[in-house]
């Protein structure tokens, strides 16, 4: 009898030890935010299918209305065919391991999880749907990337083409007036430190593209779509650094909370409320993985292979411009028809206004 009992508080203690450490090991996984959509984009809290990694990029393109391949996912219905989204500003925060709730809670309208299906998301593909439906125009496109010694932008268009961080200049920066040290709290986080500097460092730089922005007006009223992506790193380097736990770390998500609101509240001012911000939390992830970059505004070129004489790809657009096309030159064809054989057997002297006004003139003189 007291083996039977010893064995079930055994179990017991057991099945107690396996739930603390289970939810001890519950981290994070990649969430979307969508901080802001007009409201002539709906998105929906439940969607009846999950949303992946390989999905984001396609997602944003719906929402321009570029794309007429079908996605995967229901979670977004565009509500108008002529209204269309400005702007779509996605910004990518890189966390750390053990990561247990998100580190931005922004006013978001939804928020999704995220499938992580592949290793990173590429928003090239979001640039070439922009370029393919641009119709000759230069859609302005700024990516924000960074690495352990410079905060660098990459865009075709001329405003942004030098802008570039490295650490002598950072720290200059970081001191004026108008920095983001001078306008928000910043806690702990310290310049000093080199994980510090890069958060800040990026921070500024979206600053800096926005203040850019609302000098030039002209930049954001083009008639094609504007896309922003940032990517930040600070984060999980401010983690490696100073260590999950650390005050630091506290203060570094109060400052990016502060700072995505004022982010969106300054995008949707810039594009009187017609732009859509996001802020995806992603898993930092191990072992080596190539990562593809090149410049935004690269057109992919298609290898040409004379020995296989492959014919070239076409745009998803081309079956509805064909069908466009090929109607409206029937029916102009048959519109001439009708008014060329109406004119060849009209009668002069009874049909014609100009005979009769001729006719009515000579009498009178």
Known sequence: MSST????????????LLLICNSALVVLGDLLHIAHAPNYVTFFERPTKSLSTSNIPKMISHSFGLSSSPMDWDGMLQGSLFKKPK??????????????????????????TVQNDVPFVDFNQV????????????????????????????????????????????FDRLFETDSVMSQFDIGTVNVSHSSDATLLAELQMIMDIMKKLKDNPTYTRSKTPDFFSFSLTG??????????????????TNLL???????????RNLYDDGVIVEVLITQPIHGDVL??????????????NSTLNLVGSYSDNYSSIFNIILWGMIVLM????VISYGIWNMDPGR???????????LKKE
């Open 127 to 170: 640039v070439d749907s922009l370029l393919k439906n641009s119709f000759d125009m230069d859609p302005l496109t700024v990516q924000l990337m960074s690495d352990t010694q410079t905060v660098d932008v990459r865009s075709d268009h001329d405003a942004f083409k030098n802008m570039l961080f490295t650490p002598s200049k950072l």
């Open 257 to 267: 909370n502060q700072f995505v609101d004022k982010m969106t509240s300054d995008f």
């Open 235 to 252: 984060l999980q380097r401010m983690a490696e650094q100073h260590g999950k736990d650390s005050p630091k770390l506290l203060s570094a």
């Open 87 to 112: 702007a779509n500003v996605m910004m990518t925060l890189l966390g750390y391991d053990g990561i247990e709730q998100s580190p931005v809670m922004p006013k978001a309208v939804v928020k999704y």
């Open 291 to 304: 990562h593809k970059t090149r410049s935004l505004m690269q057109v992919i070129e298609a290898k040409s």
């Open 334 to 337: 048959v519109a001439l028809f």
């Open 5 to 16: 009992r010893g064995f079930r508080s055994f179990c017991s203690s057991a099945f107690l």
């Open 351 to 361: 049909d014609s206004v100009i005979y009769r006004m001729t006719s009515q003139r």
